[in-house]
């Protein structure tokens, strides 16, 4: 590991490549950067996740800390490392301090991995709208997680209003095994559903995605009804025919309830913040699933549709609080 | 009108017992929550019942009952699902899978999940009985029937036959008797799998094909060759057909020759009675090498479907040739005593349950070639052995000379074929064997390769080959299993060779090499070498 104090983006660029060849890495490996948008505080916690997702996708990592802004002079410190505590790709943590922390970019454009896609993470709390940070603007995807924003209910809103092609949220990611058990419940019906309901936590962009989702691909209201725990507890579905199948989250199960069967129960793992980042750098491309499922959530239409690249606009968050 | 009023009052006296006519409005064709789009989903196969015939085999515990832990473990199996075990064993449900327990825990891939066996080992079954028992048939079908309603697997059961192929007679007519086999009987799906061999030249092949096609639907029987489960095998079309850069150069005209290879280090470990009777090219390239060979050469199919690309194999596979002096281009082996890897290892002959003198080959290499536009003139090396140095299964495509170079001959002395190698196992991944400057004040150039890691590009473990294969099964996508035509093209292949072969002492390496001399000299006369693994 390389660490270097009160330094320029050059002698980072100079540094990676000479642990490169000291380091005994080569190039054909890395499949993508991950710009990790982060604070201080969120060290352990990013450095687990990206630990786990490193071990799956061959990455570089580059770890943006933004220090006090008002700091009077600028300023950039870095850590070089390969291989070790982050996993086996490559890592780059970027501390920076005074109005430096504006031009993010500057330091992070030359470190990006050649012609390899760039995704974007807010590990805490995503800026309002992700074009005042250019770090999302020269990302091909982006990652948000509204569960950590100030007010998790009201911030799906501002991701739809926001939304771009190549956007998703981790509170999205986290319903996948929810969405594959209700998918293959489906599986062997063949008859029209007549009401679906999401018993939860009505604030949580989880439960919302989950009816958001439901109501896009069957073309039904799908109300979250107050429940027990802080989540998804379960999913209750009546089909055309009378018959009721109900989804219930049993601990670390997910039992499946329908008439006239024994109940199927299937292993429903917890899944950590690393899994499932790993999960969304599977793919690369929009997912137009959470687009939809995003717009029934919010009553916004065409969120596919619209222009997959931002242009950033300069937001000061000095002249922002003064005003 | 009489014949509705009664039927109306006999389901009234039945009760609330009746079924309710869903109105043809509310019937949807499709599962609204699948997209194409939604590619986070998992394939996961329709409700069902795996049914294995001798489960308490060695393929069965090592490969079979921990794949389907980890198809488990992933989420892949669907809520309704059934494993049932069939074997001559005086066993109940709960030895069976204790049994299947043990395999899976020594020898699944992903991690153990208490919670994931305990939901498994509800649905294990075990049904004891001896292949000539009528009894244990019925009751077997009788199983299935239940399970039906009670786990809900609406009547779809695979058959995986995981038994030695003079069962099958016996296995298939049972399964005829009982109706096990057909598809309109049960109300689903009913599928067959069987493992190689499959029969041990043209007319055996085409017997077995024609009992199994006759019971079962030839739609319905899987015939599972592992390597063909291997992801770098079907990375082997992602490389050819999605990229522009190597389908240019992939014919004659820059091809100079194609050297297939599949080593292994090990002797015939306790496989003896069957080995002897079968031999490396039986064993081995009638099937893997000659499936490797018809991949890396088929054309590109219309579109990919199983259905495209097992026709375009087979055109390949039936425009085969061999060459006309066998004595020079079909070289069989068998290893003598010898070092390998630090310890002393015993003849093939001096292995337990051989004969002594046997003439069984453990090593054989051929030269084919193939008669189409793109590859005539092109020949294809292929070889197999036991208890040769390193265990490695690669596919290497050898170009041309550049037909002119600026550069001086001593320049280039140590510039050898360019070369495109597909490592099938291990390692699995791309190497590309390109000429390079050495640095310095002189014009020198030498070979260097370039190589692309599976395991560190994708460090995803990939799936095992059983794991996949037994996925592709319950889904119905045959696309990675050779058909019945395919299985009969390639021993019309071997059929000449052995014949050839017959009466014939197969040439002593020795344990530990690579192989007779006589292969090297196969290549030597050509002005060729063997590319070392």
């Known amino acids: 590991m390389t660490t270097l104090w009160d330094t320029t983006g050059s002698a980072v660029v100079k540094a990676l490549a000479a642990e490169r060849r000291t380091g005994g890495g080569v190039t054909s490996g890395l499949a993508l950067t991950l710009v990790v948008v982060m604070e201080e505080k969120d060290t352990a916690d990013v450095e687990a996740a990206v630990s786990i997702a490193a071990s799956r996708h061959p990455m570089r990592v580059l770890m943006v800390i933004r220090h006090n802004i008002e700091a009077p002079v600028p300023r950039l410190d870095a850590e070089v490392s390969i291989g070790g505590r982050y996993g086996p790709g490559e890592t780059v943590v970027l501390r920076m301090y005074g109005r430096l922390a504006l031009h993010a970019e500057s330091v992070t454009l030359p470190l990006l991995a050649p012609d390899a896609p760039v995704v974007a993470w807010w590990y805490s709390e995503t800026p309002e709208v992700i074009a005042y940070d250019p770090l999302g603007v020269f990302a091909d995807r982006r990652i948000t997680n509204a569960i950590r924003d100030a007010d998790p209910a009201a911030s799906l809103h501002q991701r739809a209003a926001d939304y771009a092609p190549g956007d998703t949220d981790l509170t999205w990611t986290a319903i996948t095994p929810w969405r594959a058990a209700l998918a293959a419940a489906f599986d062997t019906v063949r008859v029209r559903t007549n009401a679906v309901t999401v018993f939860g936590n009505p604030v949580d962009p989880s439960a919302q995605l989950l009816a958001g989702w439901l109501s896009s691909r069957l073309g039904i209201a799908v109300p979250v009804e107050k429940a027990e725990g802080k989540y998804i507890s379960s999913v209750s579905v009546d089909f055309a025919d009378g018959h009721q199948v109900t989804l219930r989250n049993d601990g670390h199960k997910l039992v499946m309830v329908r008439p006239n069967q024994a109940d199927s129960i299937a292993p429903f793992p917890s899944r950590s913040t690393g899994d499932l980042l790993a999960e969304e750098l599977r793919r690369l491309d929009p997912d137009e699933s959470y687009a939809d499922a995003l717009g029934a959530v919010t009553g916004l239409t065409g969120l596919n549709d619209r222009p997959a690249v931002r242009t950033h606009i300069w937001h000061d968050p000095a002249l922002a609080n003064e005003s | ?533």
């Open chain 2, 1 to 533: 009108m009489t014949d509705s009023t009664t039927e109306a009052s006999a389901e009234d006296t039945e009760g609330n017992s009746a079924p309710v006519e869903t109105p043809a409005d509310d019937l949807v064709e499709v599962n609204p929550l699948r997209d194409p789009r939604d590619r986070r989903l998992p394939r996961v196969p329709e409700p069902c019942a795996l049914v294995v015939f001798g489960v308490t085999g060695d393929l069965a515990r090592k490969k079979l009952l921990p794949a389907i832990y980890d198809l488990a473990n992933r989420g892949l199996l669907p809520a309704d699902f059934v494993l049932l075990g069939f074997a001559r064993r005086d066993w109940g449900d709960g030895d069976f899978e204790s049994l299947a327990k043990k395999s899976a825990q020594e020898h699944a891939r992903t991690e153990w999940n208490e919670d994931v066996w305990a939901r498994l080992s509800g649905d294990i079954m075990f049904v004891p009985g001896s292949f000539d028992d009528d009894d244990a048939f019925d009751t077997l079908a009788k199983t299935l029937e239940d399970l039906s309603e009670s786990h809900g697997i609406k009547g779809n059961a695979a058959f995986y036959l995981s038994i030695p192929p003079a069962m099958f007679p016996t296995v298939l007519q049972q399964m005829e008797r009982t109706h096990l086999a057909s598809n309109a009987h049960s109300g689903g799906w009913r599928r067959v799998v069987v493992e190689k061999p499959f029969g041990h030249d043209l007319d055996s092949a085409r017997e077995l094909n024609k009992l199994v096609d006759d019971v079962f639907t030839a739609n319905d029987v899987f015939r599972i060759d592992h390597y063909l489960g291997k992801e770098t095998v079907q990375n082997l079309m992602a490389l050819r057909f999605a990229n522009q850069l190597f389908e240019p150069v992939w014919n004659a005209n820059f091809v100079d020759s194609v050297q297939i290879t599949m080593a292994e280090d090990v002797g015939i470990a306790g496989r003896a009675v069957f080995y002897d009777a079968t031999g490396a090219a039986r064993d081995v390239l009638q099937n893997h090498l000659l499936q490797l060979l018809a991949l890396t050469a088929m054309e590109e199919p219309v579109e990919f479907t199983a259905e495209a690309i097992q026709t375009e194999k087979l055109k390949v596979l039936r425009a085969i040739t061999l060459p006309q002096d066998l004595t020079r281009y079909a070289v069989r082996g068998q290893y003598d005593q010898g070092w390998q890897a630090g310890e002393r290892v015993v003849a093939y002959t001096g292995e337990k349950d051989v004969p002594a003198d046997s003439t069984t080959e453990t090593y054989a290499a051929v030269r084919l070639g193939i008669d189409t536009r793109r590859w005539a003139g092109v020949p294809f090396y292929l070889r197999t052995g036991k208890r040769l140095p390193r265990r490695v299964t690669e596919i290497a495509v050898l170009f041309k000379k550049a037909p002119h170079l600026p550069f001086s001959h001593t320049d280039t002395e140590e510039l050898g074929h360019n070369q495109l190698v597909i490592r099938v196992q291990p390692d699995e991944g791309v190497t590309l064997k390109f000429g390079s400057k050495v640095p310095g004040s002189l014009m020198e150039v030498r070979d260097v390769s370039m190589d692309f890691l599976y395991g560190e590009a994708f460090t995803e473990a990939s799936p095992e080959a059983y794991e996949r294969l037994i996925l592709d099964v319950l889904l119905g996508d045959s696309t990675l299993f050779p058909r019945n035509a395919e299985v009969e093209a390639s021993w019309r292949v071997l059929d000449p060779l052995e014949e050839f072969w017959a009466g014939q002492q197969p040439e002593k390496y020795r344990a530990g090499e690579w192989g007779p001399k006589a292969s090297d000299e196969m290549l030597g006369g050509d002005g060729r070498a063997w590319r070392r693994p």
